[in-house]
């Protein structure tokens, strides 16, 4: 048993972050934090059946991470409604963007995506969703 193996199965009061490279392999490995402040709970992060879940101090399943997004989505039992989010909750960054011309009365079909538009002066643009065509 390494020094560091030795040293965490103590309880260990960190006062600077530790960068730990140590791989665990097992069936189901798992990483067992305690949190030991008032109302704390221990938590277990393990690989079960390949997905990455939240355990608690019991092994019950509190969340299965790589199923979360399921829940959010339309339909799921906490879906995000339309309109809900922002920018600024997306971290949306704009890169470098291309330039298309369209002739006087002329049409463009964006290809999929989250677009931003610029229009010049005496301009208008109309967008349709087309899901039949999708």
Avoid: C
């Avoid at 020094?3 to 189901?28: A, M």
Wanted: proline share 3%; glycine share 10%; hydrophobic share 40%.
């Amino acid at each position: 048993m390494s020094f560091v193996e030795k040293r965490l199965q103590k309880d260990v009061d960190l006062e600077q972050p530790w960068i730990l490279n140590k791989q665990i392999t097992k069936s189901e490995p798992r990483l067992i934090l305690t949190d030991t402040a008032a109302g704390g709970a221990e938590r277990r992060f393990a690989s079960s059946g390949g997905h990455a879940k939240i355990k608690d101090s019991t092994d019950a399943d509190v969340m299965d991470l790589e199923a979360h997004a399921g829940r959010h989505a339309s339909g799921g039992a906490d879906p995000i409604g339309s309109n809900a989010l922002r920018i600024a909750q997306i971290g949306l960054v704009l890169g470098a963007g291309s330039s298309v011309s369209v002739a006087a009365a002329g049409t463009y079909t964006l290809p999929k995506g989250v677009h931003y538009v610029f229009l010049g002066a005496n301009t208008r643009v109309e967008l349709y969703d087309d899901v039949a065509a999708a």
